[in-house]
Each structure stands twice: as C-alpha cells, then as structure tokens.
C-alpha cells in the first residue's frame, strides 16, 4: 500500500531516512570529487572534461538538498557535517592531482556507487509503500547513471 512520509511508521521512516543520509553523504562526496576535477583536470581532453566535471557538481548540490529534504520530510535528521559524510560515504576523496583517465574512472566508479546506493535506497522505500522516497531514488539513480554512461564513453 502506498503511503505518505506521515503514514509510514516510525521505524520505516528512520530506516529510509538512513538510507538517504547515505545517498546524501556519497552525493556530498562525489560532488567535492567533481569540483576538484574540474580545477585540476589538464590534458587534451581538458575542454570536454572540465565542463562535464562542472556539470556533475552543479547536478550533486542541487541534489544534495532534494534528498536531504526528503530526509526532513520523514522526519528524521540530514546528516549535515563533513566528517560525518566523509565516514559514511563508500565514495572517497581524492587529491586531484592524476591523469585525466585516472580522474574519470574515479568518477565513473563514484557515479556506479551512487546509482546503487540510490537503488537499494529506492528498494527499502518501496518495501515499505514510500512511493514519493522510492520515486526521487529512481529518478536521482537515472542521473548517476546517465553519468556514468557519459565518462564511460571517454575511456573507449
């Protein structure tokens, strides 16, 4: 049965909320990764990579926030602190200084974690009949991998 965020029990809006403060942990992470690409990418392929690394971090921070307030609306706390996003994420930081490929497969791998992260997040949801939280994961999954498709592409 569907529901709304205020019809799901407690316990179904702390565990979904949970596995949003995740999705926004590892979006907060990859778009950090994105904008620290975006500065030091260099190289042939430096025009098309800088403005696809700028792309990915305007698309994450708006991100961030859809999902973090998906959080609100259950509820529950948005994990708001770098330290904690940067224990949660399975996504991590990177120095910036690689080769363009080495960045994109970085990103690539950032942009699968967050496409499943978000799928198993939009499963929990449905499980428990938040169709708008299973809805917003499928819609946001969509995203990284359609990125993913795209940095894919620069390494054939």
Known sequence: MTQTA????????????????????????????AQNF??????????????????????????QDDLAERVKALDAHAEGTLAGMLKRSKVS???????????????????????STLAGAGELAAEHGDTLT??????RGQVHEKFAWFLRSHLR
């Open 93 to 115: 930081e990177h120095e910036g200084d690689a080769t363009d490929k080495d960045m994109i497969k970085a990103m690539l791998e950032a942009q699968e974690t967050l496409a």
């Open 134 to 139: 299973e809805d917003l994961c499928i819609s």
């Open 6 to 33: 205020i019809d799901l029990t407690t316990d179904s809006r702390a565990a979904i909320a949970d596995a949003l403060n995740q999705s926004v942990a590892e979006t907060a992470v990859t778009t950090m990764l």
């Open 38 to 63: 975006h500065w030091n990418v260099i190289g042939m392929a430096f025009g098309p990579l800088h403005d696809l690394f700028q792309k990915i971090y305007e698309d994450h921070f708006e991100a």
